[in-house]
């Protein structure tokens, strides 16, 4: 008889929780995954660009450098194995201006060391494949694609229960407590306080993993684990100019972020986002103002100079768990804290872009941590 009540409680039933329970769940009978939405995939998951990333920009020898080149393979094959929709769009990366060829070499090199296939074009090269943009130049990314977040995490979901997980939404973890043989977690589930056992615990909370790892006794300061909510917004472009792209569009990133770029989705909608904003509250604010137009409308016309301000309207945004504030990013935390004393669980913090595209090589890492 099992001495505790589960094998495996993974928190977040995000894409990242998801996919761990679907690799997890083919050895292990006992696995539970806690939502405290309503639904999985709510937050993080299903707000995002849903971009198949190569794994350009990444510091070589980082986890989101090797993840994502890692699971970005296995991504597309699953795709085409289970029939999730995706497309192989592919990608440039667009220098505006002559002074900015120098940053696309130093891009080239640091996609190359991360074992990504990419290729310089000149300005007469990249208005054969893009001929409406503004460019002095680019690099062209044959792996980078398109997926629906959604049908994923869908298929993870379904892949879980048909193994025998369970997966719980509407129940918020409260608790956790180091006990003999692993842990003691407790819930609110609709106001009622629920506890049960578990040998180990995986902590992909998203937005609020530093929270579970402050309820297992960890000091998340001391740790470096404090996340700070940063706020991409995203704005539509009318039907009328949508098929002036054909593939994904990105400009020389920036110290904070890879830019506002152009995106389309599996439907053929053209968007541009995301911008960057950093949240004073760690608080789920969803609004897209308008009053971000003109400021969208200066970076679009950068890439797009034929938009105009009637042909955008503002769209979608997401939050993403961001591991530092302003400046340097930083590589995902994912921790066996053994160290600590907390033998079992693993803590999963600061998983933002890639984390999808890295989704299912996250989760046999997992997996390698807890062995």
Known sequence: MASTDFEVVIIGAGVVGLAIAAHLSVKHARIAVLEKNAMYGMETSSRNSEVIHAGIYYQPGSLKASLCVE?????????????????????????????????????????????????????????RLEPNITTCGSIFSPRTGIISAHALMDYY???????????????????????????????????SMVSFTTEKVINAAGLYSDRIASLAGINIDDAGYRLHFCKGSYFSISSSKSKLISRLVY???????LGVHALLDLGGRLKFGPDVEY???????????????????????????SVAESDIAP?????????????MPRDFVMVHEKERGLTGL????????PGLTASPAIARYVEKLLA
């Open 279 to 305: 949240l004073t509250k760690n608080e789920q604010d969803y609004t897209v103002s308008d009053a971000k137009r003109m400021q969208f409308l200066e970076s679009i016309q950068k890439i797009l100079p």
């Open 157 to 191: 979901f379904h892949t879980s229960k048909n193994q025998g997980a369970t997966i719980q939404c509407q129940c918020e973890v409260v608790g956790i407590e180091k006990t003999s043989g692993g842990y003691s977690v407790t819930i609110n589930d609709s106001g």
């Open 346 to 353: 693993v803590n999963l913090i600061g998983i933002e872009s």
């Open 71 to 127: 699971g970005r393979e296995e991504l597309y094959a699953l795709c085409k194995k289970h029939n999730i929709p995706f497309s192989p769009i592919t990608k440039i990366i667009s220098a505006r201006t002559p002074d900015e060829l120098p940053i696309l070499q130093n891009i080239l090199e640091n996609g190359t060391a991360n074992g990504v296939d990419l290729k310089i074009l000149d300005a007469k090269e990249t208005q």
């Open 251 to 257: 400009p020389v990133p920036t110290k904070d972020s």
């Open 315 to 327: 769209d979608i945004c997401g939050i993403r768990p961001k591991l530092k504030g302003e400046g």
